[in-house]
């Protein structure tokens, strides 16, 4: 079994604890996660279209089936028992993946204004997942006259969405960020969600886990 994911996704990680039940369930199937915005290759071979999306594989890593967003562990067990008993008809077939020109707002600082800048994004795969995208968008711009308030280090570690509010994990290398940057750093980031109804972020920063 495959699970393709981005790396940050609540979803995705719901994912991953459903098929570490599955794995003390039937010991016997490899799984492994694949993060798409990292293995596109791998994730256009499948042709994957959504984040998350989990496969089935024979043994040869054929498709048999495959579920996409979030799968309770009950409804998991019962498709690996109807794919055992050949009981369940095999998965369609898929159009092939096609990379687009993705373009977002972004919110850096001049002149001590935080100002909307138009950032466009190389999507190789099929999958879109904005919010986790503009967030890491934010963190890697790096424009000649803009002031960026997170360090050039900052990593997405993950990210939470609840209606109107986000919660962002950020890791950076720097040992502490003082209240007056980590302050800049919130604004840039609601502002730049609130282009997907996000009204209130919070962050957490820590240099504990950044690759």
């Known amino acids: 079994m495959m ?7 609540p979803m995705g990680r719901s994912m991953g604890t459903v098929l570490s039940e599955i794995q003390n369930r039937y010991p016997q199937i490899k799984i492994e996660t694949i993060y798409v915005e990292i293995m596109t290759d791998i994730t256009n071979y499948y042709r994957i279209k959504k984040n998350p999306t989990t496969l089935f594989l024979d043994q040869e890593a054929n498709e048999l089936y495959r579920m996409e967003g979030f799968v ?3 409804e ?4 690996i028992e109807k794919l055992h008993h050949n009981v369940l008809q095999l998965t369609e077939k898929f159009e092939s ?6 373009t977002y707002t ?3 600082y001049k002149n ?8 466009h994004y190389h999507n190789k795969t099929s999958v879109k997942a904005p919010r986790i995208t503009v967030i890491s968008l934010l963190l890697d711009a790096q424009i000649n006259g ?3 308030p997170f360090p050039l280090s900052s990593k997405l570690g993950y990210v939470n969405f609840d209606q109107h509010h986000g919660d962002a ?4 290398d720097a040992d502490q960020v003082d209240p007056a940057t980590r302050n800049k750093m919130k604004c840039a980031l609601t502002k730049t969600l609130s282009h997907f109804g996000i009204k209130d972020v919070e962050i957490t920063i820590s240099n504990h886990g950044h690759q």
């Open 72 to 74: 309770e562990t009950g």
């Open 106 to 108: 972004i919110y850096l």
């Open 169 to 172: 994990m950020i890791y950076v």
């Open 146 to 148: 803009y002031e960026n």
């Open 3 to 9: 699970l393709f994911t981005l790396s940050a996704c």
């Open 97 to 102: 993946n096609q990379e687009t020109i993705e």
């Open 76 to 79: 998991m067990v019962e498709m």
């Open 112 to 119: 001590k204004e935080i100002m909307p800048l138009e950032i």
